[in-house]
């Protein structure tokens, strides 16, 4: 079989400028689908999350087996397994839905790991005081644990984000155009229509866009993280007077 010929770089360079709209599109597509799983998946998170912690040891077992389940199955396995299988039970599913629901069960499974580090955090003795002073279970979850489980619940979450964003090539799979697939897409035109494969370049210029994003979204995590330890910090110090009292 002839080898395809390589691509001169200042052409391959042109075949990016010429499809910078098709990128642009992919690109869109990719925060679109990430953007929405993150949402979709901070529901599930602070659902299961919050099961995992609770007193009834029903709501536990079931937290336990839905995030050992999903973090357990192969994210891949899992998108095929949505796809093909939801049409079996007469729910027909585009692409994109079948995409946004597995990386969503996906998500929620690391997330509620996230929330339930988060809550656990939180001293104990804290909550036990609330419960002395009267306070409700809402009232105690509202006031007294989220606004300290946020503290350590951020930053992972950011890191979260960044996972998804990767894991949206996964998608591809199954027929979205986001903007690992719509690399393939110019690799495989230009290589009909012109004979060579740019294929090295473009995917090179996909892998570096990946990584400006991701190391973005890595930066802004620790960023936040150290944030927040530093208010974290300065609440104990001007706290531990009054305690001191």
Known sequence: MAAVAAVPDELTMQLLLDNWWIFLGGLRQTFQLAVATL??????????????????AW???????????FRDIPL??????????????????SPFAASLISLTLWGGANGAEIVRGGINAVPRHQT???????????EIFRYIVLPQALLPI????????ANLVQATTLASL????????????VVERTTLQEGHSPAFLVYGFVLVVYFVICS?????????????????????RVAAPRESV
């Open 39 to 56: 949402a979709c998946a901070t529901v599930v998170s602070v659902l299961i999350g919050v099961m995992s912690v609770t007193r009834y």
């Open 128 to 138: 036990v005081s609330a419960v002395a002073l009267g306070l409700k279970p809402w």
């Open 174 to 185: 199954v027929g979205v155009t986001e903007f690992f697939r719509i690399g393939g897409i």
């Open 76 to 93: 891949l396995v899992n998108m095929l397994f949505v796809y093909f299988g939801a049409p079996l039970l007469g729910l027909p599913l």
């Open 59 to 69: 709501a536990r077992v079931v937290a336990l087996c839905y995030v050992e389940f």
């Open 216 to 236: 973005a979204l890595t930066a802004l995590s620790r960023r936040l993280e150290r944030n927040l330890q530093r208010h974290g910090g300065r609440v104990a």
């Open 154 to 161: 951020l930053p992972p979450f950011t890191g979260l984000f």
